[in-house]
T-cell receptor, first 115, second 111 residues
Framework: DTAVSQTPKYLVTQMGNDKSIKCEQN?????MYWYKQDSKKFLKIMFS???????INETVPNRFSPKSPDKAHLNLHINSLELGDSAVYFC??????????????FGPGTRLTVL | AQRVTQPEKLLSVFKGAPVELKCNYS??????LFWYVQYSRQRLQLLLR??SRESIKGFTADLNKGETSFHLKKPFAQEEDSAMYYC?????????????FGAGTRLFVKA
């Protein structure tokens, strides 16, 4: 059974388009994250949600908008895609609230390519 | 400033040789440190955390507060250890904690 799943796995699109990546976890975790892994494999946090509430919002262009319809889902919508948005985006979740330091469980990643 | 530094982008060793992946951190509070691993075509997963003081797949890591280091070690590397390794620090942030990842070290174990 998949713990943290993301769709789609691959996404190829043109500059200027709007796209969404979905994330779902069936672990009953309270906190979810979005990370961006660039071409040099550097992994950087983008957002964190706890029980549908935004906790962490790093310096990310406001073209990126996370949406959490419930605590099991955290979707990432990206407007006006740019070449520099090409990366692998990882969703993750963890037990407990934002103040905890529990292990994070990662999704398989979504490889976004902007042409 | 909160920071995790992995000085080596690539580490190449022969099978059976000892391996040490370096990690240094900068954090004024009490650190919570992790090592995550990403095997080829697989998702990122936790390898070990310092608070557990455990050995996973032969790997160990000791927190050295004096040197602000959390190096990952294995006495005899195996080919299946080839992967991308990330050191991570859980640091307090407004509203909670966030995990800061190092840039990662690619370990390549040669036959």
């Amino acid at each position: 059974d998949t713990a943290v799943s993301q769709t789609p796995k691959y996404l190829v699109t043109q500059m200027g388009n709007d796209k969404s990546i979905k994330c779902e976890q069936n672990l009953g975790h309270d906190t979810m994250y979005w990370y961006k892994q660039d071409s040099k494999k550097f992994l950087k946090i983008m957002f964190s949600y706890n029980n549908k509430e935004l906790i962490i919002n790093e310096t990310v262009p406001n073209r990126f908008s996370p949406k959490s319809p419930d605590k099991a889902h955290l979707n990432l919508h990206i407007n006006s895609l740019e070449l520099g948005d090409s990366a692998v985006y990882f969703c993750a979740s963890k037990r407990g609230g934002a103040s905890g330091t529990d292990t994070q469980y990662f999704g398989p990643g979504t490889r976004l390519t902007v042409l | 400033a909160q920071r995790v530094t992995q000085p080596e982008k690539l580490l190449s060793v022969f099978k059976g040789a000892p391996v040490e992946l370096k990690c240094n951190y900068s954090y004024s509070g009490s650190p919570e440190l992790f090592w995550y691993v990403q095997y080829s075509r697989q998702r990122l997963q936790l390898l070990l955390r310092h608070i557990s003081r455990e050995s996973i797949k032969g790997f160990t890591a000791d927190l050295n507060k004096g040197e602000t280091s959390f190096h990952l070690k294995k006495p005899f590397a195996q080919e299946e250890d080839s992967a991308m390794y990330y050191c991570a620090l859980s640091a307090s942030n407004t509203g909670g904690f966030k995990t800061i990842f190092g840039a990662g070290t690619r370990l390549f174990v040669k036959a």
